[in-house]
């Protein structure tokens, strides 16, 4: 791994020559973008359309990540192998992993090769890192440390999302995940209506891609009729669907068995309240 130093030159009292201390400057963290979908379904003519050149370079040019799994991380690189050869062979890479499971007491020492001088990415199992992301705790940490973040430009699905919604993009709040529990969902729902339609913003949450039809079912069941709702799924893949519509037209719809098909795909889940 490249290290950053700097050099220090002293002169000694007795006029003999200058001689050097050499200190390590930290290094730079990365915010890696990774893409929405697994690697094996991006191909390298599609990527670039993804992620621009110069991110793919920069992610070619490390090698130490800390990335929420291992496994994907490995399969990403070997993606942008394909176009931009990387530093090292992929098995030389070190990752490091950071994700829900992680304690806090850890996150010192990922970040310890970057305070050693060292430049290191921090990858999302996909899209942007540290949104919706356990990195956000580690870039606060860098931060502290004064160690450089860098982020680098690379797919947000709750931005594309709200993009492609219609909905309120000049104000919109992201909620995370929604309780599993069924009367806590619907109190959380009716919660986040009354909000959006106070305040007129729009309500952006996401679910685990099994679970996508129960919430789409408690969204329609529970807003007003008239509250906007939309689905956007498989952003920036093949199968991208984006669809908004009121709860009382998702409501008949899932009645009629035509609720979209989005079991098991990555979704993002917004409303607006009339």
Same mark, same amino acid.
């Given at each position: 791994?490249?290290?950053?130093?700097?050099?220090?030159?002293?002169?000694?009292?007795?006029?003999?020559?200058?001689?050097?201390?050499?200190?390590?400057?930290?290094?730079?963290?990365?915010?890696?973008?990774?893409?929405?979908?697994? *690697?094996?379904?991006?191909?390298?003519?599609?990527?670039?359309? !993804?992620?621009? %050149?110069? @991110?793919? =370079?920069? +992610?070619?040019?490390?090698?130490?990540?800390?990335?929420?799994?291992?496994?994907?991380?490995?399969?990403?690189?070997?993606?942008?192998?394909?176009?931009?050869?990387?530093?090292?062979?992929?098995?030389?890479?070190?990752?490091?992993?950071?994700?829900?499971?992680?304690?806090?007491?850890?996150?010192?020492?990922?970040? *310890?090769?970057?305070?050693?001088?060292?430049?290191?990415?921090? !990858?999302?199992? %996909?899209? @942007?890192? =540290?949104? +919706?992301?356990?990195?956000?705790?580690?870039?606060?940490?860098?931060?502290?440390?004064?160690?450089?973040?860098?982020?680098?430009?690379?797919?947000?699905?709750?931005?594309?999302?709200?993009?492609?919604?219609?909905?309120?993009?000049?104000?919109?709040?992201?909620?995370?995940?929604?309780?599993?529990?069924?009367?806590?969902?619907?109190?959380?729902?009716?919660?986040?209506?009354?909000?959006?339609?106070?305040?007129?913003?729009?309500?952006?949450?996401?679910?685990?891609?099994?679970?996508?039809?129960?919430?789409?079912?408690?969204?329609?069941?529970?807003?007003?009729?008239?509250?906007?709702?939309?689905?956007?799924?498989?952003?920036?893949?093949?199968?991208?669907?984006?669809?908004?519509?009121?709860?009382?037209?998702?409501?008949?719809?899932?009645?009629?068995?035509?609720?979209?098909?989005?079991?098991?795909?990555?979704?993002?889940?917004?409303?607006?309240?009339?």
């Amino acid at each position: 791994m490249q290290n950053r130093r700097n050099a220090a030159a002293f002169i000694t009292d007795n006029g003999a020559s200058p001689y050097f201390i050499y200190f390590a400057m930290p290094g730079i963290l990365y915010l890696v973008p990774n893409t929405l979908g697994p *690697a094996d379904s991006t191909t390298p003519e599609t990527l670039t359309a !993804i992620l621009p %050149a110069a @991110v793919q =370079a920069q +992610a070619a040019r490390l090698e130490y990540f800390i990335a929420e799994n291992a496994k994907t991380t490995r399969a990403f690189l070997k993606l942008i192998n394909t176009t931009h050869p990387l530093a090292r062979p992929l098995q030389e890479i070190n990752i490091s992993e950071l994700n829900v499971n992680t304690d806090a007491a850890a996150l010192p020492g990922l970040l *310890a090769p970057l305070l050693a001088g060292f430049d290191a990415g921090l !990858i999302s199992e %996909a899209g @942007v890192p =540290a949104v +919706a992301d356990p990195g956000a705790n580690l870039v606060r940490l860098a931060h502290q440390h004064g160690i450089q973040v860098r982020p680098l430009v690379g797919p947000s699905s709750l931005l594309l999302a709200i993009m492609s919604s219609g909905l309120n993009g000049q104000s919109f709040a992201f909620n995370g995940y929604l309780p599993t529990d069924a009367a806590q969902r619907m109190k959380r729902i009716k919660a986040l209506e009354d909000r959006s339609r106070q305040e007129k913003q729009t309500q952006l949450l996401i679910e685990t891609p099994y679970r996508n039809g129960a919430m789409l079912e408690a969204l329609s069941n529970t807003c007003q009729p008239g509250t906007l709702i939309c689905v956007a799924t498989d952003l920036t893949l093949p199968s991208e669907a984006v669809k908004t519509q009121s709860a009382a037209k998702w409501k008949s719809e899932i009645a009629a068995g035509k609720a979209p098909d989005f079991h098991k795909k990555p979704s993002v889940f917004l409303l607006l309240a009339g």
